[in-house]
């Protein structure tokens, strides 16, 4: 009998539910569910409705064997017991326990398998590795930045996530660029996650335009009365100083982080995703000039030993990386222990 | 047959050499060998004289079976190849095969077993991980940040060492505090090294005596006629202001380097050993502000998973550390494939 897991990426504000067979490229689902995410109604409510979804398109693959399902969360994922600490996109769901609450609600609606959580830039990162860029470059190890409203990250070793002693393992969004910088919802000055997310872009944004010395970012806030990230890159492509000289902002605080990560984990593959890698032309330039300054181990390896270079590229999957993330986690073959 | 390793701690002044029974604790060697480490004489003379070595602590065990010989280095060491590239304490070694030349020595030598050979801040790191504060705190995985000339550092997972793709991991002493801070050898800037080494102390210290507004110092090089960590030690002793400062100077730079390292890697272990890591009484309070300031997995894991805090702890071990480390890695059981 065939068999297929089911992938759920559980977002603040879509919910999407997929079945998958393993073996698949991206995207070829053999079925899918995309719901809102109603946060208001509370973690057992929705945890209700994502079993009775995973009942529904187990019920139209009745001669298939279901393997396990996965589930990607925002995270703080305490891990291995499942639980949430204190996310800031999901009020009320601060030490909620997942894991079993969410085992529980199947059981409930008469599915029987095993259950896997992580954080959704962990899953993300593994389908990368899996079937992205980690794939195309023949390496099963990475280092994954997305640059999304925040800064996610996630590593995965040998073709498992690393999850860290406590399930919080890749959380360099809050790697310190510069110490003295701009404050962090997570309590630091100065994180990568204030310089190289859509917020930051938009923030770094609004405030050139306030300042008067940015004609180009102030005219479009008043013709359009935004002035997000997607308007930023657009100037940019218009070649828009100011717009130009945000973006070499980003390139240099993820250049600077880049350089850390690199000293630090030493492997051949680091991959930046999320919506705002979209402007990668306005970006890579400075953050690999700041890496090649930066990070002696980048610089030696890649004049020397020319055969394995570190190789820093945009993610190659879209956005449902998350949702087959989640399914290959269900696979079981990519969950190891975390290290204590 | 009871059976041991031999350890060897290859610096840029001494050359230790050491036979282990497995399962000793530390420094119960079985025999020793301390020699000055010949650089002038070229790579090929020392390796040779360490296999000459080596074969005499083995006719010195007639009745015991030798079952690997383990090679501490500084690197950068490039992994599996073994060899070393660039090394600033070790001029005319760059391009090494450390590794095959020095089978080959103990092939002519007559001894023949498995070698295997790391950086010295890795075997030192897996030393403490096994037989120091590791142990103590019952976890087999830790990073460690040594404070001496430089700041070396290194990553241990589930009792191995974590090599890298490149064999060149575990070169956190050169993440970026201050972006524009002091130069540092590698050619970046406001390394930790320059900060947190006791080079870096020396620096600090020469510069504040310079200024005429450190009193205390002034009037220490002006009696010594030098000013180096362990004067600056003795000064904070005394309750010297500036020489206080200096350690408060070192604390913040490591809190803001464990900040990023607790939240890349979620470990339940730093360890900070080297010799200026005696003055952990004047530098650790600064330390531990900073990263609790900085790291929300520090935070959230110790006010909440109280069971399994996170621990930063000065080394347990002594010098004799590399060459315990060294003694241990020739056991093979801590050796893991690179990552790639």
């Known amino acids: 009998m065939d068999s297929y897991t089911i992938g759920i990426d559980l977002g603040g504000t879509n919910l999407r539910i997929a079945a998958y067979a393993p073996g698949a490229s991206n995207q070829q689902f053999l079925a899918r569910v995309d719901l809102p995410t109603r946060v208001g109604a509370g973690p057992a409510s929705v945890v209700k409705e994502m079993a009775e979804a995973i009942r529904g398109l187990a019920e139209g693959l009745p001669r298939m064997e279901l393997r396990g399902v996965g589930l990607g969360t925002p995270g703080p994922l305490e891990l291995p017991a499942g639980i949430l600490h204190g996310l800031p996109n999901l009020p009320g769901w601060d030490r909620f326990e997942l894991r079993r609450e969410f085992e529980c609600a199947l059981a409930g609606a008469g599915v029987r398998c095993p259950v896997h959580v992580e954080s959704d830039a962990n899953v993300a990162a593994l389908a990368e590795c899996v079937l992205g860029a980690g794939s195309a470059l023949g390496v099963d190890s990475l280092c994954m930045l997305t640059l999304g409203t925040g800064v996610g990250n996630a590593i995965i070793l040998g073709g498992a996530i690393f ?178």
């Open 163 to 340: 999850s860290g002693a406590h399930g919080m393992a890749g959380e360099a969004g809050h790697l310190t660029i510069w110490p003295d910088g701009v404050a962090c919802n997570c309590g630091n000055t100065g994180c990568l996650e204030v310089y190289a997310s859509a917020t930051a872009v938009r923030r770094m944004a609004e405030g050139a335009a306030d300042s008067g010395v940015a004609p180009g970012l102030k005219a479009w806030r008043e013709s359009t009365g935004a002035l997000d990230a997607q308007a930023v890159f657009q100037l940019a492509r218009q070649g828009d100083r100011d717009a130009l000289g945000i973006f070499t902002t980003v390139g240099i605080a993820l250049g600077i982080a880049l350089a850390g990560l690199v000293n630090t984990l030493d492997l051949r593959l680091y991959v930046v995703g999320g919506g705002l890698a979209g402007a990668w032309e306005f970006f890579s330039p400075a953050m690999l000039r700041e890496l090649n300054t930066r990070s002696y181990v980048y610089r030696l390896v890649n004049e020397r030993l020319t055969d394995r270079r570190i190789a820093i590229v945009p993610a190659v999957l879209g956005p449902d990386s998350g949702l087959l993330g989640a399914a290959l986690l269900a696979l079981g073959a990519q969950s190891r222990e975390p290290e204590i």
